[in-house]
């Protein structure tokens, strides 16, 4: 499958615990974006990449929240001492160098926090 | 940019007959306009855009228009078909290098 990949599909956990979520995006794409998505809304964009760099984040992505991109291939989104509030789809994007071009989501990852 | 209006929230046709959502924005540097289709439990994916320098782009049963003056874009279905019930996103993409998503419509294709 060449399309953009998410594990885990789903989580649950306990308020209060850190969740770490995977993305492996296009494999010839340099940019890729986090957004979240809640029920009955459209996707928000939390943070975006191009190769390694993290270059804008949202006011919604608090200090409890972290991606990462070191290689400049998967990137990692991390939230530490998870709210109920947190609980959403986690969608990842990715596309190329061209900022308009298409984005390509993935499956994402729905988190529940109890 | 930042706000970007869709309507109607949901809209229910009959099999075969034209579907129509439409998006205001705010931000004059947005410069492309993509649609998104989303079923239940799967991925959005996209279905057509359209770049600011057009007016309108077609794709089979698919149509997106685009008034840049009056800062507003539409998606057009017609013939619609019961596979095409899904809630439909649309966004826009500006400088700040990333999509700003409408609400979504929810489109009911009644058989």
């Known amino acids: 499958d060449t399309g953009v990949s998410q594990n885990p599909r789903h989580k649950i956990t306990k308020r209060g615990q850190n969740v770490t979520f995977r993305c492996d995006p296009i494999s010839e794409h340099n940019r890729l974006y986090w957004y979240r998505q809640t029920l009955g809304q459209g996707p928000e964009f939390l943070t975006y990449?191009?190769?390694?760099?993290?270059?804008?984040k949202s006011r919604l992505l608090s200090d409890r929240f972290s991606a990462e991109r070191p290689k400049g291939s998967f990137s990692t989104l991390e939230i530490q001492r998870t709210e109920q509030g947190d609980s959403a789809m986690y969608l990842c994007?990715?596309?190329?160098?061209?900022?308009?071009?298409?984005?390509?989501f993935g499956p994402g990852t729905r988190l529940t926090v109890l | 940019g930042e706000n970007v209006e869709q309507h109607p929230s949901t809209l229910s046709v009959q099999e075969g007959d034209s579907a129509v959502i439409k998006c205001t924005y705010s931000?004059?540097?947005?410069?492309?306009f993509p649609w998104y289709k989303q079923e239940l439990g799967k991925r959005p994916q996209l279905i057509i855009d359209i770049r600011s320098n057009v007016g309108e782009k077609k794709d089979q049963r698919i149509a997106v228009t685009l008034n840049k003056t009056a800062k507003h874009f539409s998606l057009h279905i017609t013939e619609t078909q019961p596979e095409d019930s899904a809630v439909y996103f649309c966004?826009?993409?500006?400088?700040?290098?990333?999509?700003?998503f409408g609400t979504g419509t929810r489109l009911t294709v009644i058989p």
């Open positions: 966004a826009d993409f500006t400088g700040a290098n990333n999509l700003f």
């Open positions: 931000d004059s540097a947005s410069n492309y």
């Open positions: 994007a990715s596309s190329s160098s061209i900022p308009t071009d298409t984005q390509y």
């Open positions: 990449f191009q190769n390694e760099a993290q270059l804008e």
